[in-house]
């Protein structure tokens, strides 16, 4: 988008500046011309290049943000009914986040270090006037280490193997398990669920790692 063009008329206005929600590495890697490029700092687009070739802990506070687990869940009732408020919902195990979050990137066995749960539909106004009274959703989120996914990256989507469903499978359950710990009336009201995994985020947010917050949130990016 570089403007907007007046349906009555067919003026342009053309804007002085261009704000990008791509993320960084997308912006100037994808997003430029070629013709733009070259006015870009050319030691900023090396260390934008480098989680490319592997390098995920750039220490110019480049490297990629988190990856995240995706949990989409329709229910046959509203929300609210089956004790789902509009707020959201951050469960964690304890509060010693680092320790918990070590524990797990060591063993992926050990328990969620947080679990991010939120309704849409308990949050909209508007939900059950456009789908109806006995529908509600609900949305589970939790960090995974993007390489317990790598080997699957060049496969195809929705074309990956039993072995990668199976994964899958793995991962929606302990998600299903926070959340039912969480709000036990959601269990045996579900009508939909899908997975999306750090794949997911590489194929439809056009990322390399499963990053979903564009450049990782450091102290290094402040010096």
């Keep these: 988008a570089v403007g907007v063009q007046m349906e009555k008329d067919g003026k ?13 590495r997308n912006t100037f890697l994808r997003l430029l011309e070629p013709e733009d ?30 990856a995240l687990l995706n949990l989409f869940i ?15 919902a951050w469960v964690v195990p304890g509060w010693d986040h680092e320790k918990n979050l070590e524990k797990f990137w060591a063993d992926d066995a050990a328990e969620l270090p947080v679990a991010f749960i939120g309704s849409n539909s308990a949050k909209d106004f508007s939900y059950e006037k456009r ?6 959703s609900i949305m589970v989120l939790a960090p995974v280490e ?20 199976t994964l899958k499978a793995h991962w929606e359950e302990k998600l299903l398990k926070k959340l039912f710990q969480v709000y036990p009336k959601v269990k045996g009201h579900i009508t939909y669920k899908d997975l999306g995994t750090p794949l997911s985020n590489n194929y439809y947010l056009g990322v390399n790692h499963g990053e979903v917050y564009g450049l990782t949130h450091s102290l290094d990016r402040c010096w």
């Design 12 to 24: 342009v206005f053309r804007a002085k500046r261009i704000v990008s929600d791509v993320g960084a």
């Design 37 to 66: 490029i070259v006015k870009v700092d050319k030691s900023f687009i090396s260390e934008l290049k480098q989680d490319e070739q592997g390098d995920l802990d750039n220490k110019a506070g480049m490297a990629p943000s988190c």
């Design 74 to 88: 329709g229910l046959d009732a509203p929300a609210e009914a089956l004790g789902v408020p509009a707020t959201n």
């Design 131 to 136: 789908f109806g009274k006995n529908r509600g």
């Design 146 to 165: 993007y390489k317990w996914f790598k080997k699957w990256e060049a496969n195809r989507v929705h074309a990956r193997g039993d072995d990668y469903d």
